[in-house]
């Protein structure tokens, strides 16, 4: 497994559309702030096949400091949640059970290492 980076998305996307690369990073860049600032609205956002991104408002709760032992009030918060969508539910398994089956490391995470 490994981790790919906006960089990395940026020259992958650049690559198959034929872009300039800075283009393409601006495109992602300015694509992932509006995305936080309509999750920040409180928005809902819904990608077909991909997933859905939510807010939801967590309560507040009693938590314990793991050093001390002591209990502390946590308080309300809004956190972002995720729902993958049918299609990325699908190819990840797919792509799952295909990575268990066999030990060679083809796919396209390993490229560009």
Request: hydrophobic share 30%; aromatic share 4%; glycine share 8%.
């Amino acid at each position: 497994m490994a981790t790919i980076t906006k960089r990395e998305l940026a020259e992958a996307i650049s690559q198959k559309l034929g872009s300039p690369q800075i283009i393409t990073k601006q495109t992602i860049q300015l694509f992932l702030e509006l995305c936080t600032e309509e999750l920040a609205k409180g928005n809902r956002l819904e990608f077909r096949d991909f997933g859905i991104l939510t807010t939801v408002e967590r309560g507040p709760r009693i938590g314990r400091n793991p050093k001390t032992g002591t209990t502390v009030d946590v308080p309300p918060k809004r956190v972002v949640r995720f729902k993958s969508g049918r299609l990325l539910k699908e190819k990840v398994q797919d792509d799952s059970s295909q990575d268990a089956s066999t030990d060679t490391n083809s796919d396209i995470s390993t490229q560009g290492q």
